[in-house]
């Protein structure tokens, strides 16, 4: 066992005045962020209607805002409704319900990588062909489907309190009919727009996830039992900051846009890193 600080004393140690700046929650940075990400995908929309090169580019747009949706759960990049707003819309384009959602990642948080993590339902991939099975995406979608089915019959979770389930009945039910009402109305833009974009760009939000805590220690401390990747502007742009992601479980009321000053006050106590996605998928494939 490592003899380095574990993440409690980690944050204990930031100056008070920097750990309240840095949670301060305010709408400006998160629209300015939004603004831009809502650009760039209308830009890829417009190639992909004349292009099927623009697909991908779509899809990867529409696909990672499942950081946004995962962002809106804590509810820090943007002030009340309009927090809850966006968080709602994206669940609507990754079939992902929102209030679900909401009680399945604050239930990670709570048991991160331990007993009582919802994520640890679904074992990570242990050789080569589940692997490639699940950064097919094809799981997820099936699971999606099912999720929205059972929710949609009244159905629930462990995590997901009585208080709540009419609300996530109530969503998955109004998601039906939206994509109901879509299909009917607009298959072909729909299939081109929506759902042929998601599905070619899965695989690279599943290789994007599996980093976050794939071949972690299942320990209490968030600093071995997540992992930060450090990558490149871009990738933190499509993904609102998230790969530093042992900053993020360390003190999850910290909003995406301060995450970089909350990782340089940290880096020096990181545990599990990796260079890149690219490096830890590579890595990975060795260990399997």
Not at 174 to 179: E, P, R
Not at 238 to 260: G, K, T
Request: with cysteine; hydrophobic share 45%; aromatic share 10%.
């Amino acid at each position: 066992m490592s003899q380095t600080p574990d993440h409690r004393l980690v944050v204990s140690r930031l100056d008070p005045a920097l750990r309240a700046d840095l949670s301060r929650v305010s709408n400006g940075p998160g629209l300015r962020h939004l603004a831009l990400y809502l650009a760039a995908m209308a830009v890829a929309a417009g190639l992909a209607a004349v292009s099927p090169l623009g697909l991908v580019p779509l899809g990867l747009l529409l696909t990672f805002l499942f950081t946004l949706e995962h962002e809106c759960t804590h509810r820090t990049p943007f002030r009340g409704a309009l927090n809850d707003g966006v968080g709602r819309v994206c669940g609507l384009v990754l079939v992902l319900p929102f209030e679900w959602f909401r009680w399945f990642h604050m239930a990670h948080h709570r048991h991160t990588n331990q007993p009582g993590d919802p994520e640890l339902a679904s074992p990570k991939p242990r050789t080569r062909g589940q692997w490639a099975l699940h950064v097919s995406g094809l799981p997820y979608w099936w699971a999606a489907i099912r999720l929205l089915g059972r929710l949609a019959l009244g159905g629930g979770d462990a995590f997901l309190p009585a208080s709540a389930r009419p609300r996530a009945v109530t969503e998955a039910r109004g998601m039906l009919a939206i994509y109901a009402l879509g299909f009917a109305l607009a298959p072909g833009l729909v299939l081109w727009f929506w759902v042929l974009p998601m599905v070619l760009t899965q695989p690279f939000l599943r290789l994007y996830l599996l980093a976050e805590h794939g071949d972690c220690p299942q320990v209490a401390d968030m600093l071995e039992n997540t992992r930060t990747t450090l990558t490149n502007r871009l990738v933190r742009f499509l993904a609102w900051n998230m790969p530093y992601h042992i900053e993020h479980h360390s003190l999850p009321q910290v909003p995406f846009h301060q995450l970089p000053r909350l990782h340089q006050a940290m880096r020096a106590d990181l545990k599990t890193t990796a260079a890149g996605y690219v490096a830890f998928a590579r890595d990975q494939l060795r260990r399997l």
